[in-house]
């Protein structure tokens, strides 16, 4: 099986930080959300994959995920012109797809339980498709399936009236037919090429498309309360690991998991945790639900309920940042005056410093 994985989109919503960065690279619990999926995708046995890239995100994502050997995988990148829906996405990856049937992942897309459920069940369903599903709260955000039986039988696209609960997670299974009926579709008042008008299209055209749905968590983080919400589910599952050094004035609870060289000093870090290699925490409390990149410095602060990406200093914030997405080569400093909290979204090379 093949995989094709969506990372064309331009991240507007987590700006400024994606002005420096694709959004499918941002860390959870210090890794890319990227790589969440492609370890998914390895997994279940795609190895040949596709990364469908913009002009935008080629770059940044080609020198981080390079060839894919890391992952005993081969990538190809795939260019999507302009951003045309994810149907336009899917079409631009034919060639590389050929007969084959294929997954499609949605690279800001973050699964923890993976996708060998689902791909048991469409080798096994006999299907065209197999649309991964999930019970939401709001149905007016999302695609949205209605299902009679074992069957999808309609699918509409953040409908104001949802006729179910039933939101289309970022991973679909498809065999060659969806290529046809790509073709058959035309543009939505949203002049992009929706997949699920492709998918209607297979309904329509009398082919089998059964529902998964899934049970456990899944998050599409394309907005920054969405990336805090992620790195807080996969931070509970990591283990507690030191491989730095640890004075005897501090104290650490929990999962908390430090990198090479790290050293921390008379500080406190409850896990959920994460601190990357060659950082230091002096005089600070961190967590729980942190994370913290690479020769991160922490230094007189408290940090909870974040993700500070890799050279980045926080030195001296008199209250706690929590709930905040603070990019690489930052620095924070500075006397906040009287709040409870301070919450940031900051790029990449910013320097602020607070009154």
């Known amino acids: 099986m093949k995989a094709i994985v969506l990372c064309a989109g331009l991240g507007t919503r987590l700006r400024p930080l994606t002005f420096s960065t694709a959004k499918h690279l941002i860390p959870v619990a210090n890794k890319p959300l990227l790589f969440f999926g492609i370890e998914s995708l390895v997994a279940i046995g795609a190895r040949d994959i596709g990364i469908v890239v913009s002009r935008e995100s080629r770059g940044v994502i080609q020198n981080a995920v390079d060839d894919g050997q890391r992952w005993k995988a081969r990538v190809t990148y795939i ?57 939401v709260d709001d149905p007016r955000h999302f695609g949205i399936a209605e299902i009679a039986g074992d069957r999808i039988v309609r699918l509409v696209e953040k409908p104001q009236a949802p006729r179910s609960n039933l939101a289309v997670v970022g991973s679909y299974l498809f065999d060659h037919n969806i290529f046809d009926s790509i073709r058959r579709i035309t543009p939505s008042w949203r002049n992009e090429y929706e997949i699920t008008d492709a998918i209607q299209n297979l309904i329509d ?34 283990e507690y690991a030191v491989r730095g050094k640890v004075d005897a004035g501090s104290t650490l609870t929990g999962a908390v998991n430090v990198g090479e060289d790290t050293e921390i000093v008379n500080s406190t870090v409850h896990g959920p945790a994460i601190i990357g290699a060659e950082a230091r925490i002096v005089d600070a409390r961190i967590g729980p639900y942190t994370s913290l990149g690479d020769r991160v410095h922490v230094i007189g602060s408290c940090v909870e309920n974040s993700v500070v990406m890799d050279d980045t200093l926080l030195r001296n914030l008199r209250h706690p940042l929590v ?22 979204l900051l790029g990449d090379c910013c320097e602020t410093r607070l009154p």
Request: proline content about 7%; aromatic content about 8%.
């Open 205 to 238: 055209r009398g082919f089998t498309v059964r529902p998964y749905v899934l049970e456990g968590w899944w998050k599409d983080a394309g907005k920054p309360e969405d990336i805090i919400d992620a790195n807080r589910v996969m931070l509970d599952r990591i």
């Open 79 to 135: 260019d999507q012109p302009e951003p045309r829906g994810l149907a336009h996405a899917a079409q631009c990856a034919e060639s590389f797809v050929g007969p084959d049937p294929f997954v499609m992942y949605l690279g800001d897309t973050v699964i923890p339980e993976g996708l060998t459920r689902v791909a048991n069940y469409f080798r096994s369903s006999g299907a065209n498709a197999v649309i991964m599903l999930k019970a």
């Open 323 to 344: 709930a905040s997405l603070i990019g690489r080569k930052v620095q924070v400093s500075g006397d906040a005056g009287p709040t409870d909290g301070l919450r940031l």
